[in-house]
């Protein structure tokens, strides 16, 4: 099958998101919520095809854009794990992880907490080593690189045994792998956070942050749940807490940090335009809240594209925008003196 991408266009599928107005000013900001697999754009998945001597099932580029419309969280996550095909090789990580990194640097992203998922690919044969050492290669000289200062988080997928998560976990500890913490993606509803409860304690145990995804397709327990049972510290996603009034109040005492992910909310339709997304209902609640891109490859764009679209939406305040990127440098995993760095390039304007 002919990999190159002779259809080539820039862009992804029109959608009926508004467009962005002039880019307002970038801030300083920690990304929070960013799964290192959902950076793979479309041109480098045919690029690592075919460098890689992979069949695509996609004639091209347009064929393969053509796809990225989604019903829900799992019409998503079937076309990613299947894209994660083309990954193979440790340069083919590094060389992910790198084309990330320049882009959120162009986005004014000065730390990045990036997920990645190891499951997702030892299940395809390839090893815990080559895909860890190859984002961690990259990650290893982002700050020189690309002015970034970054953290590694393995997430488990939920949707997999809790047996499973554990020895993936205990290869992690065994290769001493570069983590800061562990967290919990994939498909939400059926999936409880509970499930979980043993891989969390180990790894709470072994020093390591946590974090979970709850509270995007799934119900306000489920962040209870993630609170309470796992001990996690911030929540990934969150928007449906906004369906409980003592959930709400609880996380604004607790300054629990939620990593939102407003283009991601509307791609996968758990809310049905940008106009409807809760966003400034949350800020208005006092919830510490922050602005992510999720999957920026699949979604339609980087965390400077969704502050340009909430921009352009809801006319965000200066200092809305100011507490959003401050929000995101408190809730990081950063250490105090990072954050203080961060804090002081923020204030300075
Ligand atoms: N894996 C990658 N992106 C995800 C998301 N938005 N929710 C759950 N799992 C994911
Ligand atoms: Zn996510």
């Known amino acids: 099958m002919d990999n190159n991408p002779d259809t080539a266009t820039d862009t992804l599928p029109e959608t009926d998101l508004p467009e962005a107005e002039a880019a307002p000013q970038l801030l300083p900001l920690a990304e929070l919520h960013l799964h290192i697999e959902g950076t793979l754009q479309p041109e480098l998945i045919f690029e690592l095809a075919e460098r890689n001597g992979l069949a695509l099932p996609y004639s091209g580029l347009e064929e393969l854009q053509a796809l990225y419309e989604f019903s829900d969280l799992q019409s998503f996550l079937n076309l990613y794990y299947a894209n994660m095909a083309v990954l193979q090789t440790e340069q083919d ?41 190859g984002v961690a290669s990259a990650l290893a000289t982002s700050v020189e690189d690309y002015g970034i200062s970054t953290l590694l988080i393995a997430a488990f997928l939920r949707d997999l045994s809790e047996e499973s998560a554990l020895e993936v976990f205990e290869g992690l500890l065994a290769m001493n792998a570069p983590i800061a913490a ?4 994939s498909a939400e509803v059926g999936n409880p956070p509970a499930k979980f409860e043993r891989l969390f304690a180990k790894a709470r145990e072994a020093g390591l942050r946590l974090t979970a995804h709850a509270g995007e397709e799934g ?55 940008l106009a409807d997304h809760p966003l400034p209902a ?68």
Do not use: W
């Open 93 to 133: 990580f590094a060389d992910m992880t790198r084309a990330y990194l320049a882009r959120a640097a162009a986005a004014g992203v000065r730390h990045a907490e990036i997920m990645m998922d190891p499951q997702a690919h030892i299940s395809r044969g390839v090893s815990l080593e080559t895909c860890v050492n």
């Open 282 to 349: 949350m800020l208005a609640a006092g919830l510490n809240v922050s602005v992510n891109s999720d999957d920026p490859a699949y979604f339609g764009g980087y965390v400077d594209d969704n502050f340009a679209q909430l921009q352009a939406v809801f006319e965000l305040s200066d200092f809305d925008r100011s507490r959003l990127a401050a929000n995101s440098i408190h809730s990081s995993f950063a250490s105090e003196e990072r954050k203080a760095e961060l804090l002081d390039e923020l204030n300075r304007g």
């Open 219 to 273: 119900p306000p327990s489920y962040i209870i749940e993630a609170l309470d049972v796992l001990g996690v510290e911030r929540i990934d996603h969150g928007i449906r807490c906004m369906e409980d009034p003592d959930l709400v109040e609880r996380l604004v005492d607790e300054r629990t940090p939620l990593t939102v992910c407003p283009l991601s909310n509307v791609r996968l339709r758990a809310v049905d335009t």
């Open 182 to 185: 562990i967290g919990l993606d």
